[in-house]
């Protein structure tokens, strides 16, 4: 199994930045991908920006290009989001999850942690 631990989030104004983490334990030596995802209240979870373990090649979505940046510690087994210029609708709890093998679904996630960004 393999343990997620997010932090970082909290409160911040429009315009402001949070950077969260997750550190992932157990049986990390499969990682082959760490990503973050998201969802507001009443909304479906949403993809956010993914890196590749082994050649940090990364993904975002578009709502955040430009804004937010993924990267990975791979001695620390860490994943980070460097959230900027953060808006409301950046509002949700985000989560990390890890991919294990050559597989395209998700296979642990973290508990979540909240991101409000006021006006």
């Known amino acids: 199994q393999v343990q997620l631990v997010e932090s970082g989030g909290g409160l911040v104004q429009a315009g402001g930045s949070l950077r969260l983490s997750c550190a992932a334990s157990?049986?990390?030596?499969?990682?082959?991908?760490m990503g973050w995802f998201r969802q507001a209240p009443g909304k479906e979870r949403e993809f956010v920006a993914r890196?590749?373990?082994?050649?940090?090649?990364?993904a975002y979505a578009d709502s955040v290009k430009g804004r937010f940046t993924i990267s990975r510690d791979n001695v620390k087994n860490t994943v980070y989001l460097q959230m900027n210029s953060l808006k409301p609708e950046d509002t949700a709890v985000y989560y990390c999850?890890?991919?294990?093998?050559?597989?395209?679904?998700?296979?642990?996630w973290g508990q979540g942690t909240q991101v409000t960004v006021s006006s």
């Open positions: 999850a890890v991919r294990l093998g050559p597989t395209l679904k998700y296979d642990y």
């Open positions: 157990g049986r990390t030596s499969a990682t082959s991908a």
């Open positions: 890196i590749s373990w082994s050649n940090g090649i990364t």
